[in-house]
């Protein structure tokens, strides 16, 4: 009777709730004492049913696999009508596609007749562990549902987080990936980036440019002002209103400093930035406003030398004398844009 033992995993004298219920030693005995008619028939009567189970799992997952896309098409078409970012979108959908699954795989394990209750706890405890062992990809998961929700940043969006800055290319579940300026790739953890701060410069329709310019002391202010006035107002970029800012910032050692704030819109930020440091530059030259940099006039004043002391016959009973300098510098800053006194 060993070919019972091969047979035994297929022939089901008697029904088994469970699969941590079976005993084989039992299904065996009971086999060997069983007719070979009530075995046959016991065995078609399996088969039978079993096969019958398995067209209703098949038909289960094909009419679920057909109702998830109807349900999928349906969500889509009623987010794309209130304009939800499409980083959501694909978030909800997923989300509904795994819970349809789900639910789809606990009926096809109650129509095998596997007893769900030890199966619950099996995946609680193995969902415990996974938990445990991922909790900082858990608190990414929580951080992109709440960047989901609060939308501090959207997709194409130039932002700066973490140290890194660029814009965003795509907000996943885990991560938001940022394209920086010098087209790199950089992944952003998203429970890191939610708690800490974000600056993002694209959801204002204007920004302020701000420059500081320096010119000698001796040079008109006045007619650097007008010369700055009339560069600002030459550039269409800049906004009239709010009004260009000019006004005499500090007084530095060798220069006085000119602080100057536009307004433009923010995608012409740099263009401003670049072109106006540019157009400065070349009409201080033209019109004499030299951008002096830091300079010192040093005077140095001869002292005449002293004769060194007589060797003495016991050096041990003389105090010795140290001579720090036999040469004195005076050092004075002089705020000049102009050359030194003297050398």
Known sequence: MNWLHHLMPLLQAAPVDSLF??????????????????????????????????????????????????????????IDRRKVDRTVTHFLLNLLKVFCWLVILWILVAILGINTSSIVAIFASAGLAFGLALSGTLQNFAGGIMILLFKPFRTGDYIASQGEEGTVDEITIINTILITPDNRTVYLPNGATFTGIVRNTSQQSTRRVEWLFNIGYGHDYDEAKKLLERL????????????????????????????????AKADDYWGVFYDLNEVVYRNFQIHGLDQPSPQMDVYLHPVPEQAPPSPASDTADVPTEFIHSTHHCDAASKPSGGESGGK
Do not use: Y
């Open 21 to 78: 219920d079976f005993d084989l030693g039992e299904t065996v005995d009971k086999i060997t004492h069983t007719p070979f008619q009530t075995l046959l028939e016991n065995t078609g009567a399996w088969m039978w049913q079993f096969t019958l189970k398995l067209i209703g799992c098949f038909a289960l997952i094909w009419l679920g696999k057909r109702t998830i896309g109807t349900l999928a098409r349906f969500l889509r078409r009623t």
């Open 232 to 263: 600002i107002t030459a550039d269409s970029r800049t906004l009239k209103a709010p009004a260009p800012f000019i006004a005499l910032n500090r007084l530095n050692q060798s220069s006085v400093e000119i602080v100057v704030r536009v307004w």
